[in-house]
């Protein structure tokens, strides 16, 4: 089964709104988590990277008060898409780094509609 | 800029056949290479990671990386129908362990038929 878990899988909003996007690992403690973005037809592009208990690190051109990213826990990480638009629509995937190590899970990815 | 490129596809192969797919990066400090299958609508799935110059083999595929090239690819021999898939390269600048491990740099990816 999944060892990264992300909630949820598919969401639609209206124009305007804020949605939440969960990522969790289960069975391990994950210090950094990693956000992507994919359009359709097109690449993963990392977003940014999530600290547990610090500000995240976002990659150039990336809006950081538009995707808020939260790292409260060792195994939980959010990222809140505010004030979503159609442009938003898009399949968002995380990623963990298990704590000390050198593996790096993948979560199942949420689709974002915004309508 | 970091970049990672793919050889541009789609690649078309007969079940049975060899599937040979390239990928070159920019940033010469890169030390993590790995390779992912996505299938449409589905998250990345690991196939092999790779860190030193050389071949590594599991199972049907086979990763290659010459540093001094810039340079990895993949290898599936005897591909089969369930191979078909976007191929995606990705990079990391950092060692395994180090603190940015994790933070890859993608290709854009490889489309490959398997047909029968």
């Known amino acids: 089964g999944a060892v990264v878990s992300q909630h949820p899988s598919r969401v639609i909003c209206k124009s305007g709104t804020s949605v939440k996007i969960e990522c969790r690992s289960l069975d391990f403690q994950a210090t950094t988590m990693f956000w992507y973005r994919q359009f359709p037809k097109q690449s993963l592009m990392l977003m940014a990277t999530?600290?547990?208990?610090?500000?995240?690190?976002?990659e150039q051109g990336v809006e950081k008060d538009k995707f808020l990213i939260n790292h409260a826990s060792l195994t939980l990480s959010t990222l809140t898409v505010t004030s979503a638009h159609p442009e938003d629509s898009s399949f968002y995937i995380c990623s963990a780094r298990i704590h000390s190590g050198n593996t790096i899970y993948f979560g199942e990815g949420s689709w974002l509609t915004v309508v | 800029q970091k970049e990672v490129e793919q050889n541009s596809g789609p690649l078309s192969v007969p079940e049975g056949a060899i599937a040979s797919l390239n990928c070159t990066y920019s940033?010469?400090?890169?030390?993590?290479f790995f390779w992912y299958r996505q299938y449409s609508g589905k998250s990345p799935e690991l196939i092999m990671s790779?860190?030193?110059?050389g071949d590594k083999e599991d199972g049907r595929f086979t990763a290659q990386l010459n540093k001094a090239s810039q340079y990895v690819s993949l290898l599936i021999r005897d591909s089969q129908p369930s191979d078909s898939a976007t191929y995606l390269c990705?990079?990391?600048?950092?060692?395994?362990?180090?603190?940015?491990?994790?933070?890859?740099?993608f290709g854009q990816g490889t489309i490959l038929t398997v047909h029968p």
């Open positions: 940033d010469r400090g890169s030390q993590s």
């Open positions: 990705a990079v990391n600048g950092g060692d395994a362990g180090g603190t940015s491990y994790g933070k890859l740099t």
């Open positions: 790779i860190y030193s110059n």
């Open positions: 999530s600290n547990e208990g610090s500000k995240a690190t976002y």
